[in-house]
């Protein structure tokens, strides 16, 4: 065989790849789907997602399984997403912690990282007490931690997640308390209920059985503005009013999907989540749980969400001694 015929078949051989690849993923998708959720089953995230996913699977068109990858403060199950196939076959549900990641010395990886699609819900976070606690009122509670500097405890999921973030921002405003993590929003509550941890910030979809049931008090709600489900329940900057530079900061969910993904895979896999997000069945569970919608924050605006959360946290983190690098190292400017 000469050069010039070898060349001509090569040449044949890439066409018809190159023709064999749209066609391929024209097809998608042509079997079960993954949605990775980077925490513990039980958690806020997840809760979200298992209330999503047997709508969005209706207008995928395929079974879409969800797999809780929990670790290192959501990284394990987000690294792994970067690690697999670019097919759209695994979709990444996350949470904020990729906004903290580099700084926590957890993963290398960021949300630019990623192809982001879609803002999902805010799951508002309620300082909860036990009904067993001594405490009846936040001022009550505040006034015990100012009286026990370093004995009151609160429970948090990982370092770097919400509720630590929470909890720094009270150290912030002048209060001395004892963090410990317990690895999700599930095992967080349970540490109140059992009395382990005197309180956390659960998120309203995980507290309001617990506080409907008259088995959890919730004292202020993590945020400027009263809760629809905790009438009466004042907002934290009530009673810290040095709060109120720090918001507003809230901890949405979203959805991802690593780069490279071919553009229409990606297409029909929005089309499918927008079309979800409308449906009824979604729309009545989102209302039960008390969820603030986010799905009109797509594409770019979910990276630029971030990117602004990210400058806030990251340097908290580090001006309390908690980041493992400096947010300079990876050019994140300071929040003004």
Partial sequence: MNRRTLVSLVL??????????????????SKPVTVVIPWGAGGNTDIAARGFIPVFEKYLGQPVVISNRAGASGAIGTDY?????????TILWSAETPATFRVMNLSKLSFSDFDPLMMMVDDQKILCV???????TFDQLVAAIKANPGKIKMSYSAPGASGHIQGLLLQASGLDIKLIPFGSGAELTLAVLNGTVDFAFPATGQALGYVNSGDMRALAVFGQEPSVAFPGVPPITAGLPDFKRFMPLSFPSCILLRKGTPTDVRNKIVDSLVKASKDQQWLDFAKKMNYQLRHDVTGKAVLDYWAR?????????YDNGVAKKSPSEFNIPRFK
């Avoid at 997403?81 to 076959?89: F, L």
């Fill in 81 to 89: 997403v970067n690690s697999v196939a670019a097919d759209g076959y």
């Fill in 309 to 317: 959360w990210e400058s806030i946290v990251s340097w908290l983190l």
């Fill in 12 to 29: 044949v051989a890439v066409f018809v790849i190159a023709l064999a690849i749209p066609s391929l993923s024209a097809s998608y998708p």
């Fill in 130 to 136: 036990s009904s067993k606690s001594p405490y009846k």
